[in-house]
């Protein structure tokens, strides 16, 4: 069965950190860009990061460059994403996804997970 997992999300103080895991099961992630992208309440899902297969390049949104960083450790079929500084605009379910082709678009992607929530709060 195929299958993304996100996990490492919680309650966290303005200015501190998370780090997200998105696991892979029932495929390799090898083969596939990862993208990073998150919903607030009310608003449309937006597009954080995304890193692709081959190469390694990286993307991230405006909002986010400078804080979070995202890698993947394909020995492990999982990518991160570091997340530092945080705001309390950060607070939204996160969630990963695949694709073929790196992009910030939503409409880019296929298989997502069922996201974690992160709020960051004082």
């Known amino acids: 069965q195929v299958q993304l997992v996100e996990s490492g999300g919680g309650l966290v103080q303005p200015g501190g950190s998370l780090r997200l895991s998105c696991a892979a099961s029932?495929?390799?992630?090898?083969?596939?860009?990862i993208g990073w992208f998150r919903q607030a309440p009310g608003k449309e899902r937006e597009g954080v990061s995304c890193?692709?297969?081959?190469?390694?390049?990286?993307y991230y949104a405006d909002s986010v460059k400078g804080r979070f960083t995202i890698s993947r450790d394909n020995a492990k079929n999982t990518v991160y994403l570091q997340m530092n500084s945080l705001k309390p605009e950060d607070t939204a379910v996160y969630y990963c996804?695949?694709?073929?082709?790196?992009?910030?678009?939503?409409?880019?992607?296929?298989?997502w997970g069922q996201g974690t929530q992160v709020t960051v709060s004082s």
């Open positions: 890193i692709s297969s081959s190469d390694g390049n990286t």
């Open positions: 996804a695949t694709a073929i082709i790196p992009s910030l678009l939503v409409s880019g992607y296929d298989y």
């Open positions: 029932g495929f390799t992630l090898d083969y596939y860009a």
